[in-house]
């Protein structure tokens, strides 16, 4: 993610979110095998992030900051028992509003 400033010499700093996103979910017992056998599955994708928020600066260093947006999110493959992987037949979609609040430290 990338976080653009708007008034970078203001204790109160607006700023915009651009990001991109590789996301990954592992699931127990998903798969299984044309012997019956039962395993873990895991799904990859593609993403990307859009939002903004604001950081206020305690002092020139540390600044407290709140950020939402959306998040794109989809997985295009997947992988199951033994390695056997592929495409999806059909995007699985994880796209949904976001917020995030923490601690920033600035060197």
Do not use: C, M
Not at 29 to 47: H, L, P
């Amino acid at each position: 993610d990338i976080k653009i400033h708007l008034l970078p010499d203001s204790r109160l700093q607006p700023h915009f979110l651009i990001g991109l996103a590789f996301p990954w979910l592992e699931v127990e017992d998903i798969s299984v095998n044309a012997d019956g056998d039962v395993g873990d599955g895991s799904f990859v994708g593609i993403g990307g992030n859009f939002g903004g928020g604001f950081t206020y600066f305690l002092n020139p260093h540390l600044g407290l900051f709140a950020t939402g947006g959306y998040r794109l999110a989809t997985f295009l493959s997947a992988e199951g028992v033994e390695g056997v992987s592929g495409s999806l037949e059909k995007d699985l979609n994880a796209s949904g509003w976001f917020t995030n609040f923490g601690v920033s430290f600035t060197f």
